[in-house]
């Protein structure tokens, strides 16, 4: 009886304590929701009238006036706190706590502490990876995706779940195919990074009451310059020394960035970890100070890659304290160091003399500038342009659709035999899914992720067409393949879709690839289904990365080849349309894929770009490699044709050089191509195109105008001027119109990093068609 009395007491005991535990963490929880729904802000003058006196939160002053206002405030240990990420508060002017580091790669992402997902916000819209919605070759596309996801920046930084400041777009070149980051970039060609940098960064920047100056949000351009190793064979980002040719350099890897300031007015650049020529990218002067800051004119502030400092002082050893490390990066131009390393020792790089206080000062103003412009200082947001924007503006049913449109433009059909795509959901009875990314939600959202609104998995998005039958037959290593059972559901479908390829295991940030071929046993597992299938037979690579997968190019039993990137949420939706026609592909290869005899033969750490016959070095990217492909840039097919008809091109250019001008007398191979010349004025033409779609079905087609300049100055083989996207239905025509400015579109960058006209003959490229234009004095 006393057993029992004990029992119910210790029963009784342990419910009110688990209550009591409940409603404690209930609690919690809910005073940690009621913190987080409001912004953080300076000058809340509603809060503190005293605030007014002071000038930096008078919004009827310039920028410069407030941030000059502000700085003279400030002593030099505030002054120290706010060249960090996790910048400092000063309580006695009103400016709380403010975290810098916030990432929206292809939607609002947890990576960086700056976002924050709770149950007032718990989700945000992942759109696919920037590899495969460049390969959509739609800038209106690039810059409406910026819009929402500043849009859902706005409104999670409005109930207190993010900052205003993010580090994205990767505009990095995809220059080696083992890059375990390049399904973060536009691909391998400067043009398209360009144009895809610009147009994103506008449409995170860019604000609705067209005040050029004023903030959405504030993008950042990274990693500066020639990053492109992360962890290969054990060379590591953290200490590589990219050796790299000026040509190489302003040909090739810099202009993505010069674009982002130039043309999208970017509010940062984030230098990299490596080094380029010997010199750390965040401690070098000409690269930070001399260009960006000075020849391309930054309106914003230079950033660190996340504790660059520390490498540059614990991997490299470049310095040899860590406070010449701080004093070296701010003097060459840095103003914000991702990181706690110009928080320790700054401050005693001062005390040395080795940095002024005055250098300091640019820093931070450049930081409260970015601040100032995105309306920080400005009072409370809820009074302000996108105050009324919160958890109802994220995950709309409309930014979920554009998720949606944006894997569609970007999936590319790389092979299609008569016959095979698309299927017909009422043919199909049974449908045989395949492979181990076929039902693997989390595969489908790559690097630098959110928490998705939702996912559709490719399983899911055939499954609402047409009857499946599933069988995974691996992991994603697919160290052994189960092929019995996958070749027995194979042969009793109708069809068979086979969804293979790599996630982040394979292909990621610090994790370069050395074998660039489907992993594992996965070729042997298509191999094996596509030969006792008596249908159709659609390989599906879900990848970041080219794949070698010529075994099926070659073999007539695998009819179709899709390529689907990391297409995010709603990959498998995106996937499904275009397997059953309901979408016609459109989207372009945005990378060269090489065979695995490239890998074999290419180090990964040669950084140049040009073939040398010399070594044997077949070069890289389509621009200038020379060697056997799987698939070449821009590759990509249609369930409809194009046709192209060249309307208006010119066969001369003739360059109007002033008087006395050597190359009058001289015969030269090229002449200089900078806006100071008096003959770059207004020197251009335009190339009229029409373009039909012969085929049975409404699509969108990709215009390209490559060029193939003049053999000088190493140039390259074929080069993209520009490209247009056209929607057509069947058997319509459409109007293409290219505008070229001679000295941007008809140059090359010299030996030594100047850009020249070069005079001769060049070759437009355009669909089938080719077009000779003499450049001539």
């Known amino acids: 009886m006393k057993k029992n009395k004990a029992m119910a007491f210790t029963y009784q005991h342990s419910v009110l304590l688990c209550f009591f535990f409940i409603l404690t963490h209930f609690c919690l929880e809910f005073k940690q929701v009621l913190a987080q729904t409001s912004a953080v802000f300076a000058c809340d003058t509603a809060s503190n009238p005293g605030l007014k006196a002071f000038a930096f939160c008078d919004v009827s002053l310039d920028v410069s006036a407030r941030v000059n206002d502000l700085v003279k405030r400030l002593t030099l240990e505030e002054k120290i706190t706010m060249l960090v990420n996790t910048a400092g508060s000063v309580s006695r002017l009103g400016i709380p706590k403010y975290e810098w580091w916030s990432e929206a790669l292809h939607g609002i992402s ?120 992360d962890d290969w064979k054990g060379i590591q980002r953290y200490n590589f020394n990219a050796k790299v040719t000026q040509q190489d350099l302003d040909d090739t890897f810099n202009p993505p960035f010069k674009s982002c300031v130039v043309d999208g007015n ?145 999936i590319v059909l790389l092979k299609n035999s008569a016959g095979s795509l698309p299927l017909s959901p009422k043919a199909i009875k049974s449908l045989a899914v395949i492979g181990p990314n076929a039902d693997l939600a989390y595969t489908m959202i790559g690097s630098y992720e959110g928490s998705p609104c939702k996912y559709t998995t490719p399983l899911q998005g055939l499954g609402a067409s047409v009857s499946t039958v599933y069988e995974k037959g691996c992991d994603i290593a697919c160290a052994t393949a189960q092929v019995d059972n996958a070749k027995k559901i194979a042969a009793a479908g109708d069809a068979v879709v086979l969804v293979m390829g790599s996630d982040q295991t394979i292909e990621r940030e610090s994790k370069d690839r050395v074998n660039i071929t489907l992993p594992g046993q996965q070729s042997i597992l298509v191999t094996e289904v596509a030969s006792v299938s008596k249908g159709p037979v659609i390989l599906v690579i879900m990848s970041g990365g080219g794949m070698d997968v010529k075994f099926a190019v070659d073999n007539p039993k695998v009819t179709s080849i899709l390529w689907v990137g990391f297409p995010g949420e709603a990959g498998g939706a995106a996937l499904a349309d275009i397997i059953f026609g309901y979408y016609n592909p459109s989207g372009r290869l945005p990378m060269t894929w090489y065979p695995q005899s ?101 699509g969108s087609h990709t215009v390209f105008l490559f060029t193939s300049p003049s053999s000088v100055h190493n140039a390259p083989q074929k080069h993209l001027l520009d490209f247009q996207k056209i929607h057509l239905t069947p058997q319509s025509e459409g109007f293409v119109k290219f505008n070229l400015d001679v000295c941007k579109h008809l140059s090359v960058v010299d030996e030594v990093g100047n850009r020249k006209i070069s005079l001769g003959l060049h070759v437009l490229h355009i669909g089938d068609l080719k077009h000779s234009l003499t450049v001539r004095i």
């Open 110 to 229: 947890y990576t960086g502490p700056g976002v924050k997902f709770n149950n007032v916000v718990p989700h945000a819209t992942s759109f696919p990876q920037p590899i495969l919605t460049s390969a959509s070759f739609n800038e209106t596309l690039f810059e409406n995706i910026g819009k929402v996801v500043s849009t859902e920046a706005r409104a999670m930084y409005n109930v207190g779940q993010a900052g205003l400041t993010y580090w994205s777009p990767n505009v990095n070149i995809y220059r080696d195919p083992r890059w375990g980051r390049g399904q973060e970039t536009a691909g391998e060609d400067p043009t398209l990074s360009s144009k895809y940098g610009v147009a994103y960064v506008k449409g995170l920047q860019q604000r609705d009451d067209g005040k050029k100056d004023m903030l959405k949000v504030a993008s950042c351009c990274k990693h500066y310059t020639a990053y492109d190793v």
């Open 266 to 410: 970017v509010a940062s650049v984030m230098c990299s970890y490596n080094q380029v020529n010997g010199k750390p990218t965040c401690g070098d002067y000409d690269l930070l100070a001399r260009v960006i800051r000075g020849q391309w004119k930054l309106n914003g502030y230079i950033v660190t890659d996340c504790d660059s400092l520390n490498e540059m002082y614990w991997a490299q050893h470049y310095t040899k304290t860590p406070e010449e490390t701080a004093a070296l990066s701010l003097n060459a131009g840095l103003d914000l160091n991702c990181g706690s390393w110009l928080g320790k020792y700054t401050q005693g790089a001062v005390n040395q003399g080795l940095v002024n206080e005055s250098v300091i000062d640019r820093a931070v103003s450049n930081n409260f500038a970015t601040l100032m412009r995105l309306g920080f200082f400005d009072g409370n947001p809820k009074n302000q342009i996108y105050g009324k924007l919160g958890p109802n503006d994220v995950c709309t049913p409309e930014h979920q659709e554009l998720a949606r449109e944006a894997a569609r433009q970007g």
């Open 598 to 698: 490239y890998a074999d033969k290419v180090d990964m750490t040669n950084m140049n770009m040009r073939a040398d016959p010399k070594t044997g070095f077949p070069g890289r990217s389509y621009r200038f490699y020379k060697g056997p492909t799987v698939f070449n840039f821009g590759d990509g097919l249609s369930y409809s044709q194009y046709k192209h008809h060249l309307v208006q091109a010119p066969k001369y250019v003739s360059i109007p050089l002033e008087e006395g001008h050597a190359c009058r007398s001289t015969r030269c191979k090229s002449i200089d191509a900078v806006n100071e010349q008096s003959y770059c004025s207004n020197l251009g033409f335009d190339v009229h195109l029409r373009v039909k779609n012969v085929g049975e079905m409404s």
